[in-house]
Nanobody, 118 residues
């Protein structure tokens, strides 16, 4: 059974930092492209960052470039999202997603709330 479990969210002041973690189980983690999305009420999920299988080139939404860093630790089956210089507009539910590099269905985590507010 595939599971993706996010952690590390919460309330932070503007300018602060948080690190999200997503621990995966039930598949070969190193074969997955891993992505972070976020969603606010009434809006579609938007891609925040992604990192390919085997840890190659990351991609970022323009709105988070230079502030967020995605990384992965394959032995720990974990993908991270380091978020610095947080802004109120970063407030959202953040989801991790696994996309098999060789095709097949993808999987979502349950989501975790990040709130940036003073």
């Amino acid at each position: 059974q595939v599971q993706l479990v996010e952690s590390g969210g919460g309330l932070v002041q503007p300018g602060g930092s948080l690190t999200l973690s997503c621990v995966a189980s039930g598949f070969i983690f190193s074969d997955q492209n891993m992505k972070w999305y976020r969603q606010t009420p009434g809006n579609e999920r938007e891609l925040v960052a992604g990192i390919s299988a085997r840890g190659a080139v990351p991609i970022y939404a323009d709105s988070v470039k230079g502030r967020f860093t995605i990384s992965r630790d394959d032995p720990k089956n974990t993908v991270y999202l380091q978020m610095n210089s947080l802004k109120p507009e970063d407030t959202a539910v953040y989801f991790c997603k696994a996309v098999p590099a060789t095709g097949g269905r993808d999987y979502w985590g349950q989501g975790i709330q990040v709130t940036v507010s003073s």
